[in-house]
């Protein structure tokens, strides 16, 4: 039997905790498992251009230490459709292939990618002032509204800079976070100590002249080719860390900057202490993610345990 769990049933057994806690081992252990005790995996994204107004992304195989599971997910990415990214996530038994459940991928997809960048954004940002930072967001959308609230659960901050294209969804976004809305990227990144980038923007938003020393962004929407938010200028002014080196300069912001591979650190090396991450409060410092299969696995495989724990979701046998 196969567990569907539908949009409304990730929503009520996901945890932000439980989730950022999976993801933070995730970073530290991804990429040490070996195929039948050889080489460790490399999980492989695959994205190729439709002759309609999208994009097709698989990502495979998700898999991680510890667990006897593995995910392939199938998304399509269509720009001027609501929701954009719609598709599925499979989590199959390693043991021996089941299909253990289906799961949609956009809920999936948001809350990986938002509270990884949550996680990010609060291991390289420099400590909190006193009376708390200021938070700005560029792009009020799906993946923002988790990062967000991932954050708040790290950190504490005094006020909230939000800019979108679009400016009822800002100030529906800012109803429901607070803050204010601001009416450009670089109002959002004159105004913020922290900035969160999550559009789909294919030229910059900004520069090294927008920002100031001691700055943290994180930079969410440059994870397919020809998508970028921030110019090469900004992202060689200081610490730049990644989430996989060779994809981000296959498909992510090195390659839109043309950087290659040496130019950033890895997540996983900071947390592994392999790196020491940010060395002075002056320093700026930028988290590029592309997204990674085992990313998927991680918040999957926390979900099938709790909505098997709660009995929630609908069990259907492919097989009949």
């Not at 049933?9 to 905790?17: F, M, S, T």
């Not at 399509?76 to 599925?88: D, E």
């Not at 809305?181 to 990144?189: I, K, L, P």
Request: glycine share 12%.
């Amino acid at each position: 039997m196969t567990l569907v769990l539908s949009r409304g049933d990730l929503l009520a057994v996901l945890d932000p905790e439980a989730c950022v806690a999976s993801l933070r081992e995730g970073f530290r252990r991804a990429g040490t498992v070996g195929a039948r005790g050889g080489a460790p995996v490399d999980g492989l994204r695959i994205r190729t251009d439709l002759p309609f107004p999208g994009t097709a992304t698989a990502l495979i195989p998700g898999v991680l230490p510890g667990i006897e599971a593995y995910t392939v997910k199938v998304n399509a990415k269509f720009p001027g459709a609501r929701p954009a990214l719609r598709g599925v996530v499979c989590l199959h038994s390693g043991q021996d292939g089941e299909l253990l459940a289906l799961m949609d991928s956009a809920t999936v997809t948001a809350w990986r990618t938002g509270l990884a960048a949550a996680l990010g954004t609060h291991l390289l940002a420099p400590a909190d002032p006193a009376g708390g930072a200021v938070l700005g967001v560029i792009g009020a959308g799906a993946q923002a509204e988790i990062a967000v609230g991932g954050l708040r659960r790290l950190r504490r901050f005094r006020d909230l800079a939000v800019h979108d294209i679009d400016p009822a969804r800002a100030a529906d976004f800012t109803s429901r976070h607070g803050g204010r809305t601001v009416a450009s990227a670089a109002r959002v990144a004159a105004a913020a100590d922290i900035v969160v980038l999550a559009t789909w923007s294919r030229a910059p938003l900004l520069r090294a002249a927008d920002t100031r020393p001691g700055q943290h962004l994180t930079t969410l929407g440059a994870d397919e080719p020809g998508k970028q938010e921030l110019a090469a200028d900004l992202l060689e002014t200081g610490l730049l860390v990644v989430d996989d080196r060779d994809l981000a300069a296959d498909m992510g912001a090195l390659a839109a900057a043309g950087l290659p591979p040496a130019a950033a650190v890895t997540l996983g090396e900071i947390l592994r202490g392999d790196h020491p991450g940010r060395t002075h409060a002056a320093e700026r410092s930028v988290y590029a993610p592309v997204g990674l299969p085992w990313q998927d696995l991680a918040i999957a495989w926390t979900a099938y345990q709790r909505a098997r724990q709660l009995g929630v979701g609908t069990r259907v046998d492919l097989l009949s």
